[in-house]
Each structure stands twice: as C-alpha cells, then as structure tokens.
C-alpha cells in the first residue's frame, strides 16, 4: 500500500521538469473544477448564499491533489474569478468577494489545505476517515463563511441564511466523498504502481 502520498502523487513523473508541469497543470485543473461546479447552483428564497457543487469540488480537490497543491488550486480560483472570469457561483470581480459569499469563497484555501493534508495522512483510503477529513474540511470552510456573514448580518441571521440550510446537501457531498475517494484508491491497489513512493 502506498503511503503518504495522495492520489496525484502517484501519477507524478519522476522526471523533476516534467513534475513541475504536472504539478502547474492539476493547479489549474482544480481551480476550473471549483469554477465550473459553481456554475450548479440554486437559490434558497431566504438565503443569499446560493447552494453550489463547488464545496464538493474543493474538499475533493485537496484530497486528490494535496495540501499544497489544493490550496493552490483555490487559490488560483480565486485570483482567476477576482481578475473578472464568470467563475463565481454569484457576482463578478472583487465585488463578489466582498458580498455574502465572500467568507465562504476565502474558506476553500484552508478548507482545501486540511482535507489534502488529511489525504497525506491516508484519511482519503477508509470511508470512516474520509467523512472525518470532509467534515473538518467542511468546519474549516463555514468558519471563514460565517464569520463574514456574522459581520453582514449579525449571529443569528448568519446561522440561519449561512449554515443551517446547507447541512442536508453537505451530508449528501460528504457521503458522496466517502464513496468515491476510498473506492478510487481501491482501483489504485489493482495498478502496477508497487515501485512508487
């Protein structure tokens, strides 16, 4: 069994040029993933947090691609969507930044940064580590969304518009998660991969 190494670790070209370019194009791989699973969102009537896939794309970033490299990946989300491209789930350029998405979008970094360090640690390969990994990705996350909506529009309409309706759809991406990270390592084991570190 491989060990501490994540899933893009063991596709990584051992050649050092050909690895920096591997490394560059899953950043921005998973940043247009996060872009792109932004773009499945609906609105709730009494939340100005729209619900999007984009959670899901950045906790599972980070698992596959790392600590570092998942971070980066959202991070370059970022740049990329403060820089004008329509990859935010609402608004365009910094203004969505400093709207009630705002908190959340900022949490991915560190939300991606826990769940590929997790990953490191082997926390993606059993279903029961992998929830554990999602919901901390997850608190990550909320805490920088809540702590910004505290400041837009108090405590208690922060909980309400900013986490209470989104906790069925993130147990629904967490199982989601348990299911698919576990089984892809399960596919791994059957690659001639042994010789990898």
């Not at 619900?51 to 370059?76: E, I, K």
């Not at 967490?174 to 892809?184: E, H, N, R, Y």
Request: charged residues 10%; hydrophobic residues 60%; contains cysteine.
């Amino acid at each position: 069994m491989l060990t501490n190494v994540t899933v893009a670790d063991v596709f990584r070209p051992r050649v050092k040029s050909w690895a920096g370019v591997y490394d560059i194009v899953l950043i921005v791989a998973g940043s247009l993933l996060i872009g792109l699973c932004a773009q499945i969102k609906f609105f709730i009537p009494f939340s100005p947090v729209p619900v999007t896939a984009q959670t899901f794309a950045v906790l599972v970033t980070g698992a596959l691609l790392g600590s570092r490299r998942g971070a980066l990946a959202a991070a370059l989300y970022i740049i990329e969507g403060a820089a004008g491209l329509p990859v935010f789930a609402s608004g365009v350029g910094l203004s969505a930044l400093y709207g009630f998405s705002g908190g959340y979008i900022f949490g991915f970094i560190p939300a991606a940064y826990l769940t590929g360090l997790l990953a490191e640690m082997g926390w993606d390969r059993r279903v029961g580590t992998t929830i554990l990994a999602m919901i901390l990705g997850n608190a990550a996350l909320y805490a920088f969304g809540l702590f910004w909506l505290v400041f837009l529009v108090g405590i208690e309409n922060a909980l309400l518009v900013g986490l209470y309706p989104f906790l069925i759809g993130e147990v629904l991406k967490i199982t989601l998660a348990a299911i698919v990270l576990p089984a892809g390592w399960k596919l791994l084991t059957l690659l001639p991969l042994s010789d990898k570190k």
